[in-house]
């Protein structure tokens, strides 16, 4: 599976961006789709997760409320719409997949792993 991440960019506080993950596999809707950030000099961790139906999902504390994650399977992509943005959410953001029935929040339990794009929020 190839995951292509896009849409980052440079956003004032308070600002909006969506990102998104295009997947390269045909049985997309067989994999459980995970964002994940990257601060400088921090480790990965998670954002949010959804189900393969799409029907469940999960966010991490920092970022509920403000951010939604969402997929098409008939486009075989995966969003993270982001508002509300803070300074503190500035990190390299990373789309993962993996094939399994729960919902994992950590990036050891991610099989594959897109290329990353920036997101920066000046204040």
């Known amino acids: 599976v190839q995951l292509q991440a896009s849409g980052g960019g440079l956003v004032q506080a308070g600002g909006s961006l969506r990102l998104s993950c295009a997947a390269s596999?045909?049985?997309?809707?067989?994999?459980?789709m995970g964002w994940f950030r990257q601060a400088i000099g921090k480790e990965r961790e998670f954002v949010a997760v959804i189900s393969q139906s799409g029907r469940i999902t999960n966010y991490a504390g920092s970022v509920k409320g403000r951010f939604t994650i969402s997929r098409d399977n008939a486009k075989n992509t995966v969003y993270l719409q982001m508002n509300s943005l803070k300074p503190e959410d500035t990190a390299v953001y990373y789309c993962?997949?993996?094939?399994?029935?729960?919902?994992?929040?950590?990036?050891?339990?991610?099989?594959?792993w897109g290329q990353g794009t920036q997101v920066t929020v000046s204040s």
């Open positions: 596999a045909r049985t997309f809707s067989n994999y459980v």
């Open positions: 993962a997949a993996v094939d399994v029935v729960i919902l994992p929040t950590t990036p050891d339990r991610y099989s594959y």
